[in-house]
T-cell receptor, first 115, second 114 residues
Framework: AQKVTQAQTEISVVEKEDVTLDCVYE???????LFWYKQPPSGELVFLIRRNSFDEQNEISGRYSWNFQKSTSSFNFTITASQVVDSAVYFCALSEDDNTDKLIFGTGTRLQVFP | EPEVTQTPSHQVTQMGQEVILRCVPI?????FYWYRQILGQKVEFLVSFYNNEISEKSEIFDDQFSVERPDGSNFTLKIRSTKLEDSAMYFC????????????FGPGTRLTVT
């Protein structure tokens, strides 16, 4: 069965600190896709990144970086030099390559960045 | 930049009433979805829709729910007889045929059942 675990319910940091959000997934498939979405206080879901299971290369986009490790079934998200605008709930999600493309979300991590 | 839109942003209804939540997906997208998020909880898949039929539905999507694409632009979710536990944020999402698995979400409709 597929499952996404975000053990950190809430994280608080002070601006300019680096912060890592953890995501651990479970799947029986060898081909799958991992995602991160941001949900700011306004409520919408903003797509951040998609990673395919056959591409373990880490990715950096500005202050954001993602560390995908199949050996530990983890897909962690790091924000460098956090800013107040990063305050949001962040969801990790999984989709399996089994003729269905539903997203299975984790429970989310609420990040609060204080000035 | 094209975006998914949803109306209304907030719907209040009485238990037992029918509600229709509306979505306009991104225009060249072919796959459509509904998800819901009970306040403070995770986002849950309800249903996916492609080529004018349901591709998959979750156990939440029982006979009280239905989806429709009545024209070339709208995608609707109907709840026939709302229950208190249907109170949630409902998100519509869509993706193109080429951008596999990259679903773009609308801003959501907050449904409050009283």
């Amino acid at each position: 069965a597929q499952k996404v675990t975000q053990a950190q319910t809430e994280i608080s940091v002070v601006e300019k600190e680096d912060v890592t959000l953890d995501c651990v997934y479970e799947t029986r498939d060898t081909t799958y896709y991992l995602f991160w979405y941001k949900q700011p206080p306004s409520g919408e879901l903003v797509f951040l990144i998609r990673r395919n299971s056959f591409d373990e290369q880490n990715e950096i986009s500005g202050r954001y970086s993602w560390n995908f490790q199949k050996s530990t079934s983890s897909f962690n998200f790091t924000i460098t030099a956090s800013q107040v605008v990063d305050s949001a709930v962040y969801f990790c999600a999984l989709s399996e390559d089994d003729n269905t493309d539903k997203l299975i979300f984790g429970t989310g991590t609420r990040l609060q960045v204080f000035p | 930049e094209p975006e998914v839109t949803q109306t209304p942003s907030h719907q209040v209804t009485q238990m037992g009433q029918e509600v229709i939540l509306r979505c306009v997906p991104i225009s060249n997208h072919l796959y459509f979805y509904w998800y819901r998020q009970i306040l403070g909880q995770k986002v849950e898949f309800l249903v996916s829709f492609y080529n004018n039929e349901i591709s998959e539905k979750s156990e939440i999507f029982d006979d009280q729910f239905s989806v429709e694409r009545p024209d070339g632009s709208n995608f609707t979710l109907k709840i026939r007889s709302t229950k208190l536990e249907d109170s949630a944020m409902y998100f519509c999402a869509s993706r193109s045929g080429t951008s596999y698995y990259e679903q773009y979400f609308g801003p959501g409709t907050r449904l409050t059942v009283t």
